[in-house]
């Protein structure tokens, strides 16, 4: 379970700030894909008419987890940039922080 706080003091290197900032933090996430992109007019095209499936469809998948990506803001320049972290099954933004000996509580 990884936690992460909403708010990150880390170095801008937007052009007016090269500082340490607050930066927001948010989740990365994949945008819509583009019904225009080459590969997927090509797919479309060979795939119209008969003949069924023309291209492989994969099935071996290995991993069960996915590389967390944090989108950090800057509040002052509005400068973006993204931090990749390590792979985990479990991602908080902005959760209860843990407290040193107390009783787990469900």
């Not at 894909?33 to 998948?61: I, P």
């Not at 940039?81 to 792979?87: C, P, V």
Request: net charge positive; hydrophobic share 20%.
């Amino acid at each position: 379970m990884v936690n992460v706080p909403k708010t990150r003091r880390t170095f801008c290197k937007g052009r007016n700030c090269k500082k340490h900032t607050a930066h927001k933090v948010t989740q990365y996430k994949k945008g819509k894909d583009s019904v225009y992109a080459q590969g997927k007019r090509r797919y479309d095209r060979k795939q119209q008419g008969y003949g069924g499936q023309t291209k492989q469809v994969f099935h071996k998948k290995a991993k069960t987890t996915k590389k967390i990506v944090l989108k950090m803001e800057c509040s002052t320049c509005k400068y973006k940039k993204q931090l990749a972290i390590k792979r985990c099954k479990h991602f908080e933004l902005g959760g209860d922080k843990k407290k040193k000996g107390q009783m787990i509580q469900f």
